[in-house]
Structures are given as C-alpha cells and as structure tokens.
C-alpha cells in the first residue's frame, strides 16, 4: 500500500534554529510530492511541491525541500526557523491515479 | 474570493443521532475530497469526489455517507454506525488533473459527540 512517513511527531527549536522535517513514501514510479502546513487557527495551506525538474525545491517564507529519488525521501528544510514558524507541517505524495495521501504530520514549536 | 467554505466550524451532537457537515467550493473545482484530522494520525481520507453524481470511498469511509448532487457541494454525513466520530473534519477541492495541483482546504468543522 502507498503510505507517507514522517519521522518525527514534535520539535522544538530554538529561533535561528536550522530546521529539518523527513519525510519518506513508498510509491514506486513517478510521483508528486507536497509539504502542506497549518498554523494554529488556521487552514491548510501549501508550502511547496514537487513534480519533475530541479529537485530541490523553494517554497513560500524561505521553506525547501530536496526531492531524492534513491531514498524515496522529500524533506523539508529552512536555515533560520522564527516563532511564527510554529505549526504543524504534513507531507503528502500522490502517484497515478491514486489520491493524495498524507503524512502523520509533525507538530513544530519555535520557542522565542 | 474564490474559495471553500465548511460550516458549521464547530458542532455538537448526541450518541446515536446523524449530523451532516457541509462543504461548498466556488472554485469550479471537479474534484471535492473530506479528510478527518485526529492528533497524531494526519489526515486520512473519508470519500472524494471527481465528478457529479459519483463518488468512491477513501481509507476510513465506514460509518459516513456522501452525495454530489451539485458541482459545489459536498456534504458528509456522519452516522451513528462511526464509532469514533468525535474529530476534525476537513473538506478540499483540486482540480481534475491527476494530482498535478494542490488541493484547497476549508478551515474545517470540529464535532464533538458525547
């Protein structure tokens, strides 16, 4: 079955801390990849998204995200978190004619 | 504004009675999807929708029902046969391009059954 794994459930970090979130699935062949976030109150929202090209890819507040074929792994990266960066961050991966299918999500906090 | 609007946010409800929680896109969407969120579990598919008048089951469709009468709307019912019902509900619309765009979320519905 195509699942999403994401290795962590909490962080805690620091400001000016670097950031990185993992994020592996289990499709074969090609696939898109997403990291949505939701900040507290708020909806869900994309961050960024992979489909094909450069794999390392830039989203929106300074987010990336590196796509690595050979460890089926797309994860989420940022040099310097801020407080406002507390959210909770879900990748998602769809491949074919398959739906989309999330992550556990991981919980950040940024303490100030 | 273009967007999906999920009422009510919050809900409360009795064990044993049905509830239904709307959805409603003004995107054009074709594709209509609920999604339940629970604390560590991310969100897991309930049903989708890629047309009018049909839909599939998604990983956790028992105990829920859907119907797709109209383009923009996608309501879910949530019957007395779900055994955990007490959750956040999420509703998205993408269009019907095999996963090529993003999906659009509501900001969601939280019941509460006691």
């Known amino acids: 079955a195509q699942s999403v794994s994401q290795h962590n459930h909490h962080v805690i970090l620091s400001e000016a801390a670097s950031l990185e979130l993992g994020c592996n699935y289990s499709?074969?062949?090609?696939?898109?990849l997403f990291w949505y976030v939701q900040y507290p109150g708020q909806h869900l929202q994309l961050l960024l998204k992979?489909?094909?090209?450069?794999?390392l890819v830039k989203g929106i507040k300074g987010f990336e995200a590196e796509f690595i074929k050979s460890k089926f792994s797309f994860n989420l990266r940022k040099p310097s978190v801020q407080w406002s960066d507390t959210a909770e961050y879900f990748c998602?991966?769809?491949?074919?004619?398959?739906?989309?299918?999330f992550g556990k999500g991981t919980m950040l906090l940024v303490s100030p | 504004d273009g967007g999906i609007t999920q009422s009510p946010k919050y809900l409360f409800r009795k064990e044993g009675q049905n509830v239904t929680l709307s959805c409603e896109q003004n995107l054009n969407h074709d594709a209509m999807y609920w999604y339940r969120q629970d604390p560590g579990q991310g969100l897991r598919l309930i049903y989708y929708?890629?047309?009018?008048?049909?839909?599939q089951k998604g990983d956790i469709a028992e105990g829920y029902s859907v119907s797709r009468e109209k383009k923009e709307s996608f309501p879910l019912t949530v019957t007395s046969a779900q055994k955990n019902p007490t959750a956040f509900y999420l509703c998205?619309?993408?269009?019907?391009?095999?996963?090529?765009?993003?999906?659009?979320f509501g900001n969601g519905t939280r019941l509460t059954v006691t």
């Open positions: 929708s890629q047309i009018v008048n049909d839909f």
């Open positions: 998205a619309s993408s269009p019907l391009d095999r996963g090529n765009s993003p999906l659009h």
């Open positions: 499709y074969g062949g090609t696939v898109n």
């Open positions: 998602a991966a769809i491949s074919g004619y398959s739906t989309l299918t």
């Open positions: 992979y489909f094909s090209g450069d794999p």
